[in-house]
Nanobody
Framework: QVQLVESGGGLVQAGGSLRLSCAASGRTFSAYGMGWFRQAPGKEREFVASINWSGSSTYYEDSVKGRFTISRDNAKNVEYLQMNTMKPEDTAVYYC?????????????????WGQGTQVTVSS
């Protein structure tokens, strides 16, 4: 059974950093694109970042460009999201996702497997 488990969320002050991890199990995901989404209270789930199967290509939502970095370790079946210079508007539940295709994905419908989410709260 495919399972994605996020970790690394928590409370951080504005300007601080967090690193999220997403551990995948149940199958090997090294051939597939992966991504991160987030959902703030009262808002729809939105795209944050995507990475292709090899890690050679990445894409970010405009508000996180230059602050967040997506990466992956295919040997460990793990995806990461390094978040720096965090802002209160980054507060949300963050979800990792995997798509059964090798390239980047930008919408919820592009992805086939989802984690349960991890809460990130940025205080001002």
């Amino acid at each position: 059974q495919v399972q994605l488990v996020e970790s690394g969320g928590g409370l951080v002050q504005a300007g601080g950093s967090l690193r999220l991890s997403c551990a995948a199990s149940g199958r090997t995901f090294s051939a597939y694109g992966m991504g991160w989404f987030r959902q703030a209270p009262g808002k729809e789930r939105e795209f944050v970042a995507s990475i292709n199967w090899s890690g050679s290509s990445t894409y970010y939502e405009d508000s996180v460009k230059g602050r967040f970095t997506i990466s992956r370790d295919n040997a460990k079946n793990v995806e990461y999201l390094q978040m720096n210079t965090m802002k209160p508007e980054d507060t949300a539940v963050y979800y990792c996702a995997v798509r059964l295709a090798s390239g980047l994905g930008f919408t919820i419908r592009d992805y086939d497997y989802w984690g349960q989410g991890t809460q990130v709260t940025v205080s001002s």
